[in-house]
């Protein structure tokens, strides 16, 4: 990997490190409801996954998508027609069908018998 290649990764990366995310959403709903101290653990496992995945894009995916190129277009394609298939069943339910009402119990409603 040449020194262009790996700034475009560490700018890429910092720019997504800046904007907000899910990891941001759950590091504060962590932190209201537990405080500081029930909201680092969470951090810095969101920083070491964060540095994992880093890790992997620099060293291993590159070779392996070199070495796997036609298979990464198959499995893109097959993705693609996938979230098709989902779009196509969505948009053909019928509406207050089985395929579109939730499964399980209402939100609020104790999980177990005992707090009934």
């Given at each position: 990997?040449?020194?262009?290649?790996?700034?475009?990764?560490?700018?890429?990366?910092?720019?997504?490190?800046?904007?907000?995310?899910?990891?941001?959403?759950?590091?504060?709903?962590?932190?209201?409801?537990?405080?500081?101290?029930?909201?680092?653990?969470?951090?810095?496992?969101?920083?070491?996954?964060?540095?994992?995945?880093?890790?992997?894009?620099?060293?291993?995916?590159?070779?392996?998508?070199?070495?796997?190129?036609?298979?990464?277009?198959?499995?893109?394609?097959?993705?693609?027609?996938?979230?098709?298939?989902?779009?196509?069943?969505?948009?053909?339910?019928?509406?207050?069908?089985?395929?579109?009402?939730?499964?399980?119990?209402?939100?609020?409603a104790p999980s177990s018998p005992a707090f009934r």
């Amino acid at each position: 990997m040449d020194l262009f290649t790996l700034v475009a990764f560490t700018v890429a990366y910092s720019i997504a490190v800046i904007v907000p995310g899910p990891g941001v959403a759950a590091v504060v709903a962590r932190a209201l409801g537990g405080g500081f101290r029930g909201a680092v653990p969470m951090i810095l496992g969101i920083l070491a996954g964060d540095l994992v995945y880093f890790m992997f894009a620099i060293f291993g995916l590159a070779a392996v998508a070199a070495v796997f190129g036609p298979v990464f277009i198959v499995v893109r394609f097959a993705g693609a027609a996938y979230l098709l298939y989902v779009a196509y069943k969505f948009w053909t339910a019928r509406p207050g069908s089985e395929q579109m009402k939730p499964k399980g119990k209402a939100p609020g409603a104790p999980s177990s018998p005992a707090f009934r």
